[in-house]
């Protein structure tokens, strides 16, 4: 492998359940061209085979550690992070106490299986590009062995597959126990002048739909609530609510709505974070009108004459990865 492919890095990775999925994710992981350092699998009280296929990885590999927390329902709000700051947390400590060195920080989900160099690939864009602080692959579904590409924001890093640089993770307060902590993490990135990226081409294949893990009407129920608490206003998520209603399935929409309205009404708490809270003060319907004039202009640049339709259709495309960042 080429020097500029080299780094250390070590990965946490939340599991709860996950019998099915565990051992092709873990093959994936084993299997990488650059492999971890170290890799903490945090047991979430599974009561399915997770700790017996856990023992298994441990007895094989050296540098995979797991760690077992009690049993508690699913739940992909404060518990979620929870259990992934747990895992953070031991392996930091871990590498302090075994002098362990590292440049980066990874987070995989356990219903997430890699291409056989995810990490080389992105820790070789990490080289080329010292003001980066967060990257991951593109999020891809297998549907009948075709693939298919989650498509969001470019310079949003999905939440599984993502590769924070050490300075920035430190910098950014670590992760934070808190509903939607890989938002709050790009937020804190980008408010002390790091880059984001996700690089479409670098594959990772995720065996359930996002915000799926309790069926897809639980999950954008929680989405309306998370970005009711993050303090998303209004306009933004009316939008949103438009956005998920004209794309099968509809009804993501609706639950997204009664999630967040329905916790308007209710006037329930919000993130006390003064830097989350200013940051998403100030994306209303200007600043969504200042976004969506920048990548215009920059369209604009590349098009000319028969572009104009595809300027147009580039647009409706931004307005949507704007609406829904």
Same mark, same amino acid.
């Given at each position: 492998?080429?020097?500029?492919?080299?780094?250390?890095?070590?990965l946490?990775?939340?599991?709860?359940? =996950?019998?099915?999925?565990?051992? !092709?994710?873990?093959?994936?992981?084993?299997?990488? !061209?650059?492999?971890?350092?170290?890799?903490?699998?945090?047991?979430?009280?599974?009561?399915?085979?997770t700790? /017996?296929?856990?023992?298994?990885?441990?007895?094989?590999?050296? *540098?995979?550690?797991?760690?077992?927390?009690?049993?508690?329902? /699913?739940?992909?709000? #404060?518990?979620?992070?929870?259990?992934?700051?747990?895992?953070?947390?031991?392996?930091?400590?871990?590498?302090?106490?075994?002098?362990?060195? #590292? !440049?980066?920080v990874?987070?995989?989900?356990?219903?997430?299986?890699?291409?056989?160099?995810?990490?080389?690939?992105?820790l070789? !864009?990490?080289?080329?590009d010292?003001s980066?602080?967060?990257?991951?692959?593109?999020?891809?579904?297998?549907?009948?062995?075709?693939?298919?590409?989650?498509?969001?924001a470019?310079?949003?890093? /999905?939440?599984?597959?993502r590769?924070?640089?050490? =300075?920035?993770?430190l910098?950014?307060?670590?992760?934070?126990?808190?509903?939607?902590?890989?938002?709050?993490?790009?937020?804190?990135?980008?408010? /002390?002048?790091?880059?984001?990226?996700?690089?479409?081409?670098?594959?990772?294949? %995720?065996?359930?739909?996002?915000?799926?893990?309790?069926?897809?009407?639980n999950?954008?129920?929680?989405?309306? *609530?998370?970005?009711?608490?993050?303090g998303?206003?209004?306009?933004?998520?009316?939008?949103?609510?438009?956005?998920?209603?004209?794309?099968?399935?509809?009804?993501?929409?609706?639950a997204?709505?009664w999630?967040?309205?329905?916790s308007a009404?209710?006037?329930?708490?919000?993130?006390?974070?003064?830097?989350?809270?200013?940051?998403?003060?100030? %994306?209303?319907?200007?600043?969504?009108?200042?976004?969506?004039?920048?990548?215009f202009?920059?369209?604009?640049?590349?098009?000319?004459?028969?572009?104009?339709?595809?300027?147009?259709?580039?647009?409706?495309?931004?307005?949507y990865?704007?609406?829904?960042?």
């Open positions: 492998m080429g020097a500029e492919l080299k780094g250390k890095y070590l946490v990775t939340p599991a709860k359940n =996950e019998e099915l999925n565990l051992p !092709e994710v873990s093959k994936a992981v084993i299997g990488q !061209e650059l492999k971890p350092d170290l890799w903490i699998i945090v047991d979430d009280g599974s009561t399915d085979e700790p /017996r296929i856990l023992e298994d990885l441990q007895s094989n590999c050296s *540098w995979i550690q797991s760690i077992r927390l009690p049993p508690r329902p /699913r739940d992909i709000t #404060f518990h979620y992070s929870y259990v992934c700051k747990q895992g953070f947390d031991y392996a930091l400590d871990y590498c302090r106490k075994n002098n362990i060195e #590292f !440049e980066y990874g987070l995989l989900d356990a219903d997430t299986v890699l291409e056989k160099n995810y990490f080389g690939k992105l070789a !864009e990490f080289k080329k010292s980066l602080g967060i990257v991951s692959g593109g999020i891809y579904y297998d549907n009948d062995g075709k693939l298919s590409l989650e498509v969001t470019k310079d949003l890093p /999905r939440g599984t597959g590769i924070w640089k050490k =300075e920035c993770f910098e950014t307060g670590g992760y934070q126990v808190e509903p939607s902590p890989d938002s709050i993490s790009n937020i804190k990135a980008l408010l /002390r002048g790091w880059r984001l990226m996700q690089y479409t081409e670098v594959v990772q294949i %995720q065996k359930r739909k996002t915000s799926a893990a309790n069926g897809l009407w999950g954008y129920l929680k989405n309306g *609530w998370m970005a009711y608490y993050l998303k206003n209004y306009f933004m998520a009316l939008l949103n609510v438009f956005y998920l209603s004209v794309k099968s399935p509809y009804y993501t929409g609706i997204y709505c999630g967040y309205f329905g009404i209710r006037r329930e708490k919000k993130i006390q974070d003064p830097e989350v809270r200013a940051y998403y003060r100030d %994306q209303g319907f200007s600043g969504l009108l200042s976004r969506i004039s920048k990548k202009c920059q369209q604009l640049k590349k098009c000319t004459g028969e572009g104009a339709v595809k300027i147009s259709k580039d647009l409706e495309k931004t307005i990865l704007q609406v829904i960042s």
